[in-house]
């Protein structure tokens, strides 16, 4: 007891000293001077000074000195004498679990770069008083007691379970589809271009077996479908436009080819037909038989065999589309796998947090 009225007269002897200038007082005063293991107390350090002065508070972080922790700090400020004089104030909100007496030093304040101390204080912490004389009424430490888990604690982990599921059922279906994608570069095959001897013989052909073709009033039909496949097959086989000549044109353009067909009759089939066509002839059917069988020999004579032994060619084709389908693919099972790998780690530190 003898101590602490020391530590309280010694305080009250540094109150009394204020400050090394006139124009700074700083104070430092604790609510209480003694308490039990793990109460707070509250001490207030007070600094007021000129205004226009640079001040530098105290810092502390988490203990004023060891053994007394700092639990919250509030700094504040505000002005006298209508601004003439600046108040800083700290409060500081302590706690002990070290039962001592304790000496907090002066705290140190800086003005204008020149140290400025506060009075110390004492604090005694006590431990609680045992009872020695019902020592029967002091219990044990209990067992530990089991608890049910209730909804709101597992919660969280089912809705993530539920999450894992749903992006595993996700990321499976797009590797599927990955995986069935349609190939990128595909070989095509190309067939090609039929005769151009075999497609003029072929309606040449339509038109012999035509019964209706052969019937009086039916001669412009006949020779317009008999010519305009021999014309079809000069433009397809020799390169010219036939089909938007007339006859002296045609007949201009084959004797400049070199050809093993019989030109006088391909040029009696066209004049007759345009005599059918525009002077309204009608022809005996024995002469449409007989320029029939010219023009199938025309063309039996002229074909191009080489155009028989033409053979499919191959070509790669690219799919454009697939390219960009993978692209988004491969993407997407990167970032599924990352949700994946995350909602993983988050469920199991919560079941380890929830059964640990």
């Given at each position: 007891?003898?101590?602490?009225?020391?530590f309280?007269?010694?305080?009250f002897?540094f109150?009394?000293?204020?400050?090394?200038?006139q124009?700074?007082?700083?104070?430092?005063?604790?609510?209480?001077?003694?308490?039990?293991?793990?109460?707070?107390?509250?001490?207030?350090?007070?600094?007021?000074?000129?205004?226009?002065?640079?001040?530098r508070?105290?810092?502390?972080?988490?203990e004023?000195?060891?053994?007394?922790e700092?639990l919250?700090?509030?700094?504040?400020?505000?002005?006298?004498?209508?601004g003439?004089?600046?108040?800083?104030?700290?409060?500081?909100?302590?706690?002990?679990?070290?039962?001592?007496?304790y000496?907090?030093?002066?705290?140190?304040?800086f003005?204008?770069?020149?140290?400025y101390?506060?009075?110390?204080?004492?604090?005694?912490v006590?431990?609680?008083?045992?009872?020695?004389?019902?020592?029967?009424?002091?219990?044990?430490?209990?067992?530990?007691?089991?608890?049910?888990?209730t909804w709101?604690?597992?919660?969280?982990?089912?809705?993530?379970?539920?999450?894992?599921?749903?992006?595993?059922?996700?990321?499976?279906?797009?590797?599927?589809?990955?995986?069935?994608?349609?190939?990128?570069?595909?070989?095509v095959?190309?067939?090609?271009?039929?005769?151009?001897?075999?497609?003029?013989?072929?309606?040449?052909?339509?038109?012999?077996?035509?019964?209706?073709?052969?019937?009086?009033?039916?001669?412009?039909?006949?020779?317009?479908?008999?010519?305009?496949?021999?014309?079809?097959?000069m433009?397809?086989?020799?390169?010219f436009?036939?089909?938007?000549?007339?006859?002296?044109?045609?007949?201009?353009?084959l004797?400049?080819?070199?050809?093993?067909?019989?030109?006088?009759?391909?040029?009696?089939?066209?004049?007759?037909?345009?005599?059918?066509?525009?002077?309204?002839?009608?022809?005996?059917?024995?002469?449409?038989?007989?320029?029939?069988?010219?023009?199938?020999?025309?063309v039996?004579?002229?074909?191009?065999?080489?155009?028989?032994?033409?053979?499919?060619?191959?070509?790669?084709?690219?799919?454009?589309r697939?390219?960009?389908?993978?692209?988004?693919?491969?993407?997407?099972?990167?970032?599924?796998?990352?949700?994946?790998?995350?909602?993983?780690?988050?469920?199991?530190s919560?079941?380890?947090?929830?059964?640990?």
């Amino acid at each position: 007891m003898k101590r602490i009225i020391y530590f309280i007269s010694l305080v009250f002897a540094f109150a009394v000293l204020g400050a090394k200038a006139q124009n700074v007082v700083l104070n430092a005063e604790i609510d209480t001077f003694q308490m039990l293991i793990g109460e707070q107390a509250t001490i207030r350090l007070e600094l007021s000074v000129d205004s226009g002065f640079r001040v530098r508070m105290p810092q502390h972080e988490k203990e004023i000195i060891p053994g007394i922790e700092l639990l919250e700090k509030k700094s504040s400020t505000s002005t006298l004498n209508g601004g003439l004089r600046n108040v800083y104030t700290d409060e500081y909100l302590i706690t002990s679990f070290d039962s001592t007496l304790y000496t907090i030093p002066p705290f140190e304040v800086f003005v204008n770069d020149s140290l400025y101390l506060s009075n110390p204080l004492a604090l005694a912490v006590y431990t609680v008083p045992i009872d020695t004389a019902n020592l029967q009424n002091i219990c044990g430490p209990k067992g530990v007691r089991e608890v049910e888990l209730t909804w709101e604690e597992y919660r969280d982990s089912v809705h993530l379970g539920y999450l894992l599921i749903f992006f595993l059922v996700v990321l499976a279906w797009v590797i599927i589809r990955l995986v069935k994608n349609k190939p990128i570069i595909r070989i095509v095959k190309i067939k090609p271009k039929e005769p151009s001897h075999v497609v003029a013989l072929g309606k040449i052909d339509e038109i012999k077996n035509d019964a209706t073709l052969r019937l009086d009033g039916k001669s412009k039909e006949f020779y317009t479908k008999l010519t305009d496949t021999l014309r079809t097959y000069m433009h397809d086989r020799y390169g010219f436009n036939a089909t938007e000549m007339t006859t002296g044109e045609i007949m201009e353009c084959l004797r400049k080819i070199e050809t093993d067909g019989n030109l006088e009759e391909v040029k009696e089939i066209l004049e007759v037909a345009d005599l059918v066509k525009f002077a309204k002839m009608t022809p005996p059917a024995n002469e449409n038989d007989r320029n029939m069988a010219n023009a199938i020999e025309y063309v039996n004579v002229t074909k191009n065999v080489g155009e028989e032994n033409l053979q499919p060619t191959e070509r790669r084709v690219v799919n454009k589309r697939s390219v960009v389908e993978k692209r988004i693919l491969i993407v997407s099972v990167i970032a599924i796998v990352v949700i994946v790998v995350a909602v993983a780690a988050l469920l199991t530190s919560d079941l380890y947090n929830l059964f640990s």
